[in-house]
């Protein structure tokens, strides 16, 4: 006998669960989880979900990932701005991308990245001066920003181009739709084609510098331009540039989405953040450099990154495809239905984590390893051959940022209990005001390094 359907979440006629997922669906998917148990169904719409929790789940997920389950289907409202590239190619095309997408994430890559993190946070931090107000998610994210364009695209990119391309990448971001056909001659389309354009040639032309003069550029560019697939061909200009873009977005928001919490969730729980300035305090003391390898000796940051991912995951909802019907648990799921994670509430699932609501980043510590339980009890950065590629640039990234800013300021959370932004990427805190005050004990250590340099660069003062 064929086994039912999972249990679906009570929504509205017609509409199903559609406009409370996009309001709030967080609220949503931790309602259905709690009522109906680790396996049910919500209605977007004209369109069954299938929602999956609980790490055998997560593991079936991302074991037929590219089998029963399509990614690039999933993500098809994306193609029309990546063509082709990485998780919109199909499993073939992508198996054949594979080794070049990872090209430029290699480990002995990394410490480039981090000075790369390191100057820009410096640059902004030095902005700041003694004292004031920042309001941290359009700063992390200008952050991100140059970052990612001078990772992706070198330092000449970032400085000549930098604006005019975020803002066009604005207006391409601004066309994610993923409910109505991409071709719709809407206004916000029409914007985002043009960008698309401008993006494109913007991008080509430093693809056709660096073919007329190659020379010596540790960026993720330079990998892709030198790229070959695995018989020999080229790697193609257009998928170059598709590439790129579609790193840019899988990159920037994310990370400025999460790290911001991570300093947010830190000063909401300044009994934490006291354990944490005591380690930074120890291994990084004001005036020290930042480097690839202090991060090593900072585990306290590191749980605290955890404890984010845990809590405040920017990839909020991980979903695919079904290209065929599928059997899970006591249930039957139809080909056609589409199949989610949702890293947010899989990580309050109380088999797993104790006090779920809690922020206790001390849970990751080797003492209590609560995540070791099982495989895949986070997922914030995904699972299985698709699991996120820039994982350790996005946490250098972050832990750089938190670092930094408590190794210069005292801080205050203004806006004490800023909500989520769901938009059109991925979700982020709302707008939230932290006072900086300089530490006096970093003002004179800061003081006297300058100085040091000062001396060693026969008088020129450098910071
Ligand atoms: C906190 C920041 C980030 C989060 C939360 C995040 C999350 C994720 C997740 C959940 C996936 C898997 C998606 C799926 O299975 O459908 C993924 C894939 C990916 N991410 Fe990230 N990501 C972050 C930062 C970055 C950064 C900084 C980069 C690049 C510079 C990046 C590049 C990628 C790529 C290329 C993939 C596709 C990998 C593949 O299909 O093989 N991510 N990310």
Redesign the pocket.
């Known amino acids: 006998m064929q086994k039912s359907t999972p249990p679906l979440l009570h929504g509205l006629p017609v509409i199903g669960n559609l406009l409370e997922f996009q309001k709030d669906r967080f609220t949503l998917l931790r309602r259905g989880y709690e009522t109906l148990g680790p396996i049910f169904t919500i209605q977007l719409g004209p369109k069954p979900a299938v929602v999956l929790i609980g790490p055998e789940y997560h593991d079936f997920f991302f074991r037929e990932t590219d089998k029963i389950l399509s990614?690039d289907k999933a993500y098809q409202f994306l193609s029309v701005m990546f063509e082709g590239a990485?998780?919109t190619a199909g499993p073939a095309e992508y198996d054949a991308q594979?080794h070049i997408?990872l090209a430029p994430f290699a480990g002995k890559k990394m410490p480039g990245y981090v000075e790369i993190m390191v100057e820009e946070i410096t640059n902004w931090l030095d902005s700041l001066g003694e004292a004031g107000t920042f309001e941290v998610v359009s700063a992390f994210t200008r952050i991100t920003q140059y970052v990612g364009a001078h990772a992706l695209m070198g330092r000449t990119f970032r400085d000549q181009l930098g604006d005019e391309f975020w803002d066009l990448y604005a207006e391409l971001s601004g066309g994610i739709d993923a409910v109505l056909p991409p071709n719709l001659p809407l206004p916000k389309f029409i914007k985002r084609d043009r960008a698309k354009k401008k993006l494109r040639a913007l991008i080509q032309q430093v693809i056709d510098e660096r073919r007329a003069q190659p020379g010596q550029h540790n960026d993720f560019l330079q990998d892709f331009v030198n790229a070959k697939y695995k018989d020999g061909r080229p790697f193609p200009d257009d998928l170059i540039v598709s590439l790129i873009l579609a790193?840019v977005f899988?990159?920037h928001e994310?990370?400025a989405g999460?790290g911001s919490w991570a300093l947010i969730l830190l000063l909401q729980n300044p009994e934490y953040l006291f354990k944490l300035r005591a380690e930074l305090d120890e291994h990084f003391p004001p005036g020290t450099p930042f480097t690839h390898q202090v991060l090593r000796n900072l585990p306290h940051l590191d749980w605290a990154l955890k404890e984010t991912e845990r809590l405040r995951?920017?990839?909020d909802i991980?979903f695919r495809y079904n290209l065929e019907g599928y059997e899970i648990g006591d249930y039957y799921v139809p080909k056609d239905w589409l199949t989610m994670l949702v890293p947010r509430v899989a990580h309050l699932n109380r088999e797993i984590f104790t006090a779920v609501d809690q922020y206790d980043p001390m849970r990751f510590s080797p003492e209590r390893a609560e995540d070791k339980v099982a495989d895949y009890t986070l997922i914030?950065?995904?699972g299985g051959?698709?699991?996120?590629?820039?994982y350790n640039?996005?946490m250098n990234e972050m832990a750089a940022f938190v670092a930094l800013v408590l190794q210069r300021y005292e801080l205050t959370l203004l806006d004490k209990t800023p909500g989520i932004q769901y938009g059109l990427g991925a979700p982020r805190p709302t707008p939230t005001r932290i006072g900086y005050r300089a530490r006096v004990q970093a003002r004179q250590e800061l003081g006297n390094a300058a100085l040091i340099q000062s001396d060693a660069a026969g008088g020129v003062l450098k910071r």
């Open positions: 990614m990485a998780f594979r997408v790193l899988a990159g994310t990370t999460q995951p920017s990839a991980i914030g950065f995904g051959r698709h699991r996120c590629a820039g640039f996005a």
